[in-house]
């Protein structure tokens, strides 16, 4: 199964609470920090509802 490699590239301060929640959820904690996650519908959910924080590339 493929992965995605999650980078946050913006900051959470400010953001609604659910979006903050989301990107914790997937591990995402500082401005720069890097995840990986299997290629999921449950994952892609996630990372579509905090599209605009993150940066997605296929590994």
């Known amino acids: 199964m493929a992965k995605l490699r999650l980078t946050l590239v913006k900051s959470l301060i400010g953001r ?3 979006h903050i929640a989301t990107a914790k959820a997937l591990g995402l ?5 890097v995840v990986e996650h299997e290629d999921t519908p ?6 579509n509802k905090v599209n605009y924080l993150v940066k997605v ?3």
């Open 57 to 59: 590339e296929e590994v």
């Open 16 to 18: 609604k609470a659910e």
């Open 29 to 33: 904690k500082k401005i720069g920090s």
């Open 42 to 47: 449950q994952i892609k959910g996630m990372v």
